[in-house]
């Protein structure tokens, strides 16, 4: 199976903030990673498919990258709604796997 | 307006059977591949499995860690995939959801994205 570690686990940020989560695969999953957000007892939303395509309706605020086999989440302007838990989830290979999360909590 | 919902949750005893809901509407449930997944209390996101539109093979995909005790079907008539879990585990409760899972461009039978997600249904397993 493919594991799929983010960092940092929870992170403290300001609103206005540039804020970036990491997440590394264990291998190769070439570029089939998405990012979700999950609010408390809220189902999670898509927020960027094929590691840098944004979903309609995404703020812009909101970019991914990708660099081998290193995806990062960037939130330029950290809004008040952003605080959340955020998922990435490789699609590259079966079982599908997902990060164990990160929590932007407010700082 | 794209939904999914999920039912058929509930409490059930270790050992006993469950069979979950899910009821597209919005789009064209039969084109479409869709998946579960199950997030534990207080817990992250864990896949549990995938069948394909019929035209792709109606095929199916699951967690080893659910493999063999459940099973993923489609009624297309009905725009409803049903989740069949079988010989429930504590460590089975948890809520789960029904996502619509989208052919990535340029992938193959294994590159889906999952972008739409109903809002859960709640299975608690007790002992």
């Known amino acids: 199976d493919i594991q799929m570690t983010q960092s940092p686990s929870t992170l403290s940020a300001s609103v206005g903030d540039r804020v970036t989560i990491t997440c590394r695969a264990s291998?190769?999953?070439?570029?089939?990673l998405a990012w979700f957000q999950q609010k408390p007892g809220k189902a999670p939303k898509l927020l960027i498919s094929d590691a840098s395509s944004l979903e309609s309706g995404v703020p812009s605020r909101f970019s991914g990258s990708a660099s081998g086999t290193d995806f990062t989440l960037t939130i330029s302007s950290l809004q008040p709604d952003d605080f959340a838990t955020y998922y990435c989830q490789q699609y590259n290979s079966y079982p599908w796997t997902f990060g164990q999360g990160t929590k932007i909590e407010v700082k | 307006e794209v939904q999914l919902v999920e039912s058929g949750g509930g409490l059930v005893q270790s050992g006993r059977s469950l069979r979950l809901s899910c009821t597209a509407s919005?789009?064209?449930?039969?084109?479409?591949?869709m998946s579960w997944v199950r997030q534990a209390p207080g817990k992250g996101l864990e896949w549990v499995g995938f069948?394909?539109?019929?035209?792709?093979?109606?095929?199916?995909e699951y967690a080893a860690s659910v493999k063999g005790r459940v099973t993923i079907s489609r009624d297309d008539s009905k725009s409803v995939a049903y989740l069949q879990m079988n010989s429930l585990k504590t460590e089975d409760t948890a809520v789960y959801y029904c996502t619509r899972a989208s052919h990535a461009m340029g992938g193959d039978y294994r590159n889906y994205y999952m972008d739409v997600w109903g809002k859960g249904t709640a299975v608690t397993v007790s002992s």
């Open positions: 069948i394909r539109s019929k035209v792709n093979g109606g095929t199916t």
């Open positions: 291998r190769s999953v070439t570029r089939w």
């Open positions: 919005g789009f064209s449930f039969g084109d479409d591949a």
